[in-house]
């Protein structure tokens, strides 16, 4: 079954210091791997994907990720951690052989950042 | 400018009624989605749409009903048969293609 764990529920960086949110998955074919970030009461909002190619991803606000197969991972990095960074992110997984002609997005749980001056 | 819209924001409902919530999109996307987000458990597909006058049941279908009469509009209706409403429920649409979902601001449903 596919699935989507992020393993931390929450994470706490010091400002400056450099920040990663874990993201492990499990899909039958080749996965397309998304983060979104969401703040208090808002909608997600697109951070970066990795759909083929390069395995390190560039987005948004100064975020990346490193696509891994061996290990299933798909962790969110960033090297300078901002106190405005604070908010719930989530990893998703998009499978092509589940639901829909392009599959359906498949959410962790999210992990909540908290970055501290 | 293009986006996904949402209404209400926030929406109070007496036990018993059903209420409909608005998701209207003008990014000229085939595919629309539901979703329904509780702390702690992530976000819950509830009914998604490829293409107009064609809906799937989700996960989390029960109690729930959708239309997709037009492109750009996915309305939900939350019954009387849904037992846990109070919820944020959230509305996506995307592209043909593997690409990214875009999102609404959500709407938080609360049950009086």
């Known amino acids: 079954a596919q699935s989507v764990a992020q393993p931390e529920d929450q994470v706490n960086v010091a400002e400056g210091n450099p920040l990663t949110v874990k993201c492990t998955y499990s899909?039958?074919?080749?996965?397309?791997l998304f983060w979104y970030v969401q703040y208090p009461n808002r909608g997600l909002q697109f951070l970066l994907k990795y759909i083929t190619g390069d395995n390190l991803v560039k987005g948004s606000y100064g975020f990346e990720a490193e696509f891994n197969k061996s290990q299933t991972s798909f962790h969110l990095k960033k090297p300078s951690a901002l106190v405005s960074d604070s908010a719930l992110y989530f990893c998703?997984?998009?499978?092509?052989?589940?639901?829909?002609?392009?599959?359906?997005?498949?959410f962790g749980k999210g992990t909540k950042l908290s970055v501290k001056p | 400018d293009g986006g996904i819209t949402q209404s209400p924001k926030y929406l109070f409902r007496k036990e018993g009624q059903n209420v409909t919530l608005s998701c209207e999109q003008n990014l000229n996307h085939d595919a629309m989605y539901w979703y329904r987000q509780d702390p702690g458990q992530g976000l819950r597909l509830i009914y998604y749409?490829?293409?107009?006058?064609?809906?799937q049941k989700g996960d989390i279908a029960e109690g729930y009903s959708v239309s997709r009469e037009k492109k750009e509009s996915f309305p939900l209706t939350v019954t009387s048969a849904q037992k846990n409403p109070t919820a944020f429920y959230l509305c996506?649409?995307?592209?043909?293609?593997?690409?990214?979902?875009?999102f609404g601001e959500g709407s938080r449903l609360t049950v009086l």
């Open positions: 998703a997984v998009r499978d092509p052989n589940y639901g829909g002609s392009q599959g359906n997005l498949i």
């Open positions: 899909v039958s074919g080749n996965p397309y």
């Open positions: 996506a649409s995307s592209a043909q293609g593997p690409g990214e979902l875009f």
């Open positions: 749409s490829q293409i107009v006058n064609d809906f």
